[in-house]
């Protein structure tokens, strides 16, 4: 009975429209909440979204550096291969040729970092493929160096321009086909010496080993003679011969298995 009384009293009260001041505040206090409310709620949102779109980039990003890299390391595998490929076929060709017919193993070049005067390298092969003290190293049909000491998988090898590398050695371009003994010049050139007054000798001249001391094989280039030390009228002349490669930036060597 008192809930119908009450209903029909505020039926009354609304017919009359004695409800409307009650109704206004009520729209007026929670139509300001609910926008207040609503800005927060908006910016969270966004916030959620934006932080959301940005952990999708990062994932975006650091997939695609990942594959930027796998990308780069494929084609330095393609270009490493492609390079070795280049240099076997150049040796596969002189041995074909018969220049330089011998058993041959392909090293990398490692550096010596304990060798400060650049008189030797490391290779990364040693007696475990066939390495030995003495073995002759070349690139294409030019002399690098001796091994002078082995491991099993790393070999020493003085170079050519090294004072402990000694070779007998030929002038092809001499008339007289020249003879004399070479040695390195502290990793700077290669000193050919006791060059009597009336032997021919000239700049530009070819040097290569001429295979009498035993230790090296026969007709590997040393390099061109660059300078002539001495006149025709001194007792003794000197030769200063320079290799055709470049021995400070060598990569791949070619070690002769005897």
Known sequence: MRLLVISALIFILGYFSLLNPIRDSFIFVFGNLHSQARHPAFYIKEMFVFFNTLSSIRSENVKLVKDNLDLKSKLLTARLYEDENIILKTQLALKASGE???????????????????????????????????????????????????????????????????????????????????????????????????????????????????????????????????????PIRSAVIKSELDLKRLEKVFIIIL
């Open 100 to 234: 330089l017919d011998k058993e041959l193993l392909l090293a990398d070049v490692l550096g010596n970092p304990l060798d400060q005067t650049g008189q030797t390298i490391i290779v990364n092969k040693g007696f475990s493929h066939g390495v030995t003290e003495g073995s002759n190293v070349v690139l294409k049909n030019n002399l690098v160096g001796v091994v002078t000491s082995v491991s099993r998988g790393r070999s020493v090898v003085s170079l050519v321009t090294s004072p402990n590398t000694r070779s007998t050695v030929v002038d092809i371009d001499s008339p007289d086909r020249l003879e004399g003994v070479a040695r390195g010049d502290f990793g700077i050139s290669i000193i050919m010496s006791q060059i009597l007054p009336n032997e021919l000798i000239s700049v530009n001249d070819l040097i290569v080993t001429s295979g009498k001391d035993g230790l090296f094989e026969p007709n590997l280039i040393l390099g061109k003679v660059v300078e002539i030390q001495g006149t025709e009228s001194d």
